[in-house]
Every structure is written in structure tokens, then in C-alpha cells.
């Protein structure tokens, strides 16, 4: 049973790559309902794959890692059409730069333990306000007050990823010195 719960986990794990992908070349060409239909589904895939691995117990190292390249191509996505679609680009960079230096700060290993710790509770703040806006974006043209709430919501995530980012080094401080100094031994 664990290994159908593993295999059904990664597939909708990597099934949000996919669709990730397909929304990506679809994103200008197809209807709004069909792009719409394509995004809930994808971003849908990251709340069931979660809670389907911890009920059949089939977590693994490999499906982890399998759902945070998935989650980030996503985000990525998502972030690229919202700035395709005129968004601003400053909460945009944020949101992004903040995931890419989470992602990297996880490989560092102190003490068997990541450099930056992650939250749940935040990533999946931040992934509400990111994937939410987009949806709201594939609805909404360009002049319209919609635009301007979901300008908004980016612009809080951007802050809101800014901020996670401060708060997380400044934490970390002592540690990273330590590692700069050489005298932190890092796995």
C-alpha cells in the first residue's frame, strides 16, 4: 500500500510540474475558463499530495523534493505571467528572490540541520497570496478596479516575502557569521 500511496503522491506531485508547464504555453492562447480550469487543477495537486502522503504514510526524501521543485515551478510561473500581464515587477522580484534564497539556504546543512529552517505556516501564506492573485489575474483585464486588488495582494506577498527573508538572517546570524568566519563546520 505504501508504494501505490508514494507512486499516486509523486504523480500528483509531478503532475504539477506539468501543468505548471502547460499553463505556461498555454497562458496567451487558450480562453480564460480553459486557463482558469488548467491553474486550479495544478495548483489544487499541492493540497491533496500533501495530505494524501501523511494519511497513506508515504512520505519519502525523494517526494519532498519532488513537490518543492513542483511548488516553486508554480510560483516561477505564476510569477512570470503576473509580470507578462503588466504587474509590477518590484513585489514580483521580491517574492522570487526570497524563494531562491530560501531554496539555496536549505542546502546548507549545519549540524545536519538546514541553514534557514522552513515554515509551513508561511509558504503556504505566501503560495495562497501568489497562486490566488494569478487566478484572480486570468479573470481581469488590465484597466479594471479587479487589477488593482490583485496588484494589492502581490504587493503584500512581495513585502510579506521581504519581510520573511529579514527575519530569517537575522535569526540565523550567529550561524552564518560562524560559517563566514570558518568556524562553523557545514555538512
Keep these: 500500500m505504501v508504494s501505490f500511496g508514494r507512486s499516486l503522491v509523486n504523480s500528483l506531485s509531478f503532475g504539477r510540474f506539468l501543468g505548471s508547464i502547460v499553463f505556461a504555453c498555454l497562458a496567451f492562447q487558450v480562453s480564460p475558463i480553459l486557463l482558469t480550469c488548467i491553474y486550479v487543477a495544478t495548483a489544487a495537486s499541492d ?68 541553514l534557514l529552517a522552513t515554515s ?5 501564506f505566501l ?23 490583485v496588484e494589492a495582494v502581490y504587493s503584500l506577498a512581495g513585502l510579506a516575502a521581504s519581510a520573511n527573508v529579514v527575519v530569517r538572517l537575522y535569526r540565523a546570524r550567529a550561524t552564518i557569521r560562524s560559517i563566514v568566519a570558518g568556524g562553523q563546520e557545514v555538512d
Aim: charged share 15%; with cysteine; glycine share 10%.
Design 47 to 114: 493540497s491533496l499530495d500533501g495530505v494524501l502522503s501523511r494519511r497513506l504514510g508515504a512520505t519519502s526524501y525523494f517526494g519532498r523534493v519532488l513537490d518543492l521543485i513542483s511548488d516553486k515551478s508554480l510560483t516561477t510561473v505564476s510569477l512570470l505571467y503576473a509580470a507578462a500581464r503588466g504587474v509590477m515587477l518590484l513585489p514580483l522580484a521580491a517574492v522570487a528572490a526570497r524563494d531562491v534564497l530560501v531554496l539555496g539556504a536549505r542546502l546548507i546543512l549545519v549540524g545536519g540541520t538546514p
Design 120 to 124: 509551513r505556516t508561511f509558504g503556504s
Design 127 to 149: 503560495a495562497l497570496c501568489v497562486w490566488g492573485a494569478t487566478l484572480m489575474l486570468i479573470n481581469v483585464s488590465e484597466d479594471s478596479s479587479t487589477m488593482r486588488a
